[in-house]
């Protein structure tokens, strides 16, 4: 039923009917197939992709890299638990490469942002450094177009 994950992946809202039909079983099997997966822990939850652009939300992102010292007997679970915790976070990754927790951050402005990385982010002992990356325009999101395709001006009418 890894192909259910897929589907899952691409439309979560689709009816257990139409996967159903998608996979070739019962909308029963679907169903039971999500509950354990949902019991398992492989499905956390169902979120929608939305364009805050197009509404009248006061919204910015930040990508955050951030440089930690690894705890003792915690390595960077504990810190990253820390992090994690802040309403402001959406999302925590542990990273290969030049620093070694990437998040993104949401807030109303730039400032709000700016107060979170220095009034909660920074005072944490761990932290060493912060890189903060503001996102100013977002094209793709998890597979999802949000840049409106531009009229090709050159096109010429028949009508």
Not at 15 to 35: H, R, Y
């Amino acid at each position: 039923m890894d192909n259910l994950l897929n589907l899952l992946d691409k439309n979560c809202r689709m009816k257990d009917e139409q996967l159903a039909v998608l996979l070739g079983v019962s909308a029963d099997e679907v169903a039971q197939a999500i509950a354990a997966y949902e019991n398992k822990g492989v499905i956390r939850g169902y979120k929608a992709v939305i364009d805050w652009d197009k509404t009248d939300r006061e919204y910015v992102i930040a990508r955050i890299e951030i440089r930690v010292i690894p705890m003792r007997d915690h390595g960077f679970d504990e810190i990253a638990r820390t992090i994690y915790s802040f309403d402001e976070v959406e999302t925590c990754y542990l990273m290969s490469g030049g620093y070694d927790l990437a998040v993104t951050v949401a807030g109303k402005s730039f400032k709000d942002v700016a107060l979170f990385v220095s009034q909660k982010l920074a005072p944490i002992d761990a932290v060493q450094s912060t890189s903060t990356h503001f996102v100013l325009k977002k094209y793709k999101e998890r597979g999802i177009l949000l840049a409106d395709k531009e009229k090709d001006m050159r096109e010429v009418s028949l009508l």
